[in-house]
C-alpha cells in the first residue's frame, strides 16, 4: 500500500482491513491497535492510521480506553443479533413510508438498482454488489421522506457495514440476497406499506442469521440459542 493515494481513500482502505482481520478474529478481543506499530505495517504515516481507527471505533469493533489506547471490542453472537434487529426495525419504518411516500421517478430509480444489483449477483461481483446494496437502501432511506429516520438509518447502516460486506462476500448470500431485496422493491413500487415493512425486517433477520453462521465457522463455535423471540 503506498502513501500517495488520497488521504481518506488511504485509510479507509486500511479501516476496511483492520475490520475484516478483527471480524475473522485474526485480531483477537482485548489487543491494542497501535498506532506506531500499525504505521509501520501499512508503509504509511500515522494519520491515515489514526483516521481508520477512528472509523473501528466509531462502528463498534474497538473502543478507545484513557491510558491504554484502541482495544479491540469483544463481539458475540448475541451482539450481532442485537445489531441487526435494530437495523431491520428502522429499515422496516423507512420501507413503509417509501411504499407511501415515494414519487414516481424514485420508483423508477428504486428499479433500476435493483436491476443493476441482479447483474452484479450473476457476475458474482461481491465488491460491486456490496456498493450497489449500499445505493439502493439509501434510496429506500430518502424515499421515506422523513429526514430523521434517514439519518437513523444511515447511521446504522455505517456501524453495520464491516458484518454486511463480510456476509455478503459469499455468492450463496449474495444470490438470496438479491431474492429478498426483489420482493423489498416489488412491495415497495407497488405501494404496499405493510409489505415492504416485513419483507425489510425479515431481509436484516436473514442477514443476521447469515452472519452468525459464518461467525461459528470463523470462531469454531457453537451458536447459542436465541435469547428473545425472532
Known sequence: MTSGAPRQVLSQRIAAQLEE????????????????????????????????????????????????????????????????????????????????????????ALRAQHAEMSVLAGAGDAEGYEAANTRLHQIIYAGSHNADFAEMAEAMRLRLSPFRRSQLADAPRMDRSDAEHARIVAAIVGGDGLAAESALRRHLLSAAQTMREKWRTLRAEPVPPRSRAS
Open 21 to 108: 482481520r478483527i471480524l475473522l478474529g485474526r485480531i483477537a478481543a482485548g489487543a491494542r491497535l497501535d498506532e506506531v506499530a500499525l504505521a509501520r505495517s501499512f508503509g504509511v504515516s500515522r494519520t491515515p492510521i489514526r483516521e481508520a481507527l477512528q472509523s473501528v471505533v466509531a462502528r463498534g469493533l474497538a473502543v478507545r480506553l484513557p491510558y491504554r489506547g484502541v482495544l479491540v471490542s469483544e463481539i458475540s453472537p448475541d451482539r450481532i443479533d442485537q445489531l441487526f434487529e435494530a437495523m431491520g426495525e428502522i429499515e422496516a419504518l423507512c420501507g413503509r413510508f417509501a411504499a407511501e411516500r415515494m414519487t414516481p421517478e424514485e420508483r423508477t
